[in-house]
């Protein structure tokens, strides 16, 4: 579902200060709000919060960054977390699971406001010298190939003639706990019907995508709860960690602006099948959540929307919320790493599934993938 742009209303001009200093007496009272977000975010949102602090506004309002799983994080709203009063996951996908569980337990509509702070597909990362050798195999690259490739009994043997690189190991996040995991199934889905939009439950559980699924997972060599330690861990370990994962395209950009890593530069691909990951920014409507509260968040927003904070965030490899900032550019990340297969245009984005499809695709993974 798409992001809805809106204004936000009555919200007192400024910034948002990360650590703002225990007013004096006499002084204005300092409004604290929890801001629930995606690791992939991390570095920007940090750097942005450090920003906050050097402010006016950063004297009157404290921003608390709680980096959780975007999953995780909407069952945290629903089981009335009171820390958080702004829910910030990598996308708008898990949005209607979270609208439908908030309904079965209380009144009302848990989000007051919501807007895009910035978009970034979904990727696949290699090694380079891995990605060239599987090409020359194999020109598709893709999860359906993947699939061939980790089950392939001699491994790079078979794949590239390369026996001592071992078994083809790839990763993703959990699907249950991440984003990005589900993002993985949801692309895995599109990517086995060869379409792009009308993913339904029945075809999730025809007996051939079951068994597909599970045969896919049994072949998965790890996850992780998140997707930038998922990244870290691949940049850390180097080729006997991981070959491949599918990612977000800001965190492969961030690991390019440090330069090449101790084992190699990295490759990009772009999916055919693919979804966008909006970063949505939603000031919360729960009993908890005050007007102090909702003001101070539409603040700290109107600061990260501003043309200074959004161009920051495309140097660190999102895709900027603001229209006034353009992409394109000498000193855009899209065009310094374009050698890394970075693209400005990527291909047709598929249809948001419904929540009825998303919640069976996680069903079916706990119940018949097996991952190591």
């Not at 970063?279 to 043309?307: D, G, M, V």
């Not at 490899?317 to 790493?337: E, L, Q, Y």
Request: with cysteine; net charge neutral; aromatic share 10%.
């Amino acid at each position: 579902s798409k992001i809805r742009e809106q204004r936000i209303e009555g919200a007192a001009d400024g910034v948002v200060g990360a650590a703002a200093p225990t007013p004096s007496s006499g002084a204005a009272a300092v409004t604290e709000i929890g801001v629930a977000y995606g690791t992939e975010k991390r570095a920007w949102l940090e750097w942005a919060a450090k920003e906050f602090a050097a402010t006016d506004a950063g004297g009157r309002i404290r921003v608390n960054l709680i980096p959780m799983g975007s999953v995780e994080s909407a069952r945290a709203i629903v089981d009335g977390d009171q820390r958080l009063h702004v829910w910030s996951p990598a996308s708008s996908l898990y949005r209607q699971v979270l609208l439908r569980d908030w309904s079965a337990r209380y009144r009302g509509h848990p989000i007051l406001k919501e807007e895009a702070l910035a978009l970034t597909p979904m990727v696949l990362v290699m090694w380079k010298d891995r990605y060239e050798a599987f090409v020359a195999r194999s020109p598709e690259v893709s999860l359906r190939t993947f699939y061939f490739a980790m089950r392939a009994k001699s491994g790079w043997g078979r794949i590239a003639g390369k026996p001592e690189w071992g078994v083809f190991k790839f990763g993703h996040t959990h699907p249950d706990q991440s984003n990005s995991g589900l993002m993985t199934l949801i692309i895995l889905a599109y990517n086995a019907s060869r379409k792009k939009a009308g993913l339904t439950v029945s075809e999730l559980n025809a007996p051939a995508f079951r068994e597909y699924l599970a045969a896919f997972e049994r072949g998965v060599t790890g996850l992780s709860n998140s997707t930038g330690n998922l990244m870290q861990e691949m940049t850390i370990k180097g080729p006997s960690g991981f070959d491949a994962l599918m990612v977000y395209e800001n965190l492969a950009i961030d690991y390019f602006r440090s330069g090449d890593t101790k084992w190699g530069p990295l490759q990009v691909i772009y999916p055919a099948e693919n979804l966008w990951n909006e970063n949505p920014y939603c000031i919360l409507n729960t009993p908890w959540t005050t007007k102090e509260h909702q003001e101070a968040a539409a603040t700290f927003l109107r600061f990260l929307l501003s043309e200074p904070i959004q161009t920051k965030a495309l140097d660190y490899g999102f895709r900027p919320g603001n229209a006034a900032v353009p992409v394109k550019g000498p000193d855009s990340p899209f065009a310094r790493f374009a050698e890394y297969g970075l693209k400005v245009e990527v291909p047709e984005m598929c249809e948001v599934p419904s929540a009825e499809v998303v919640e069976s695709l996680q069903q079916l993974w706990l119940q018949h993938a097996v991952p190591r």
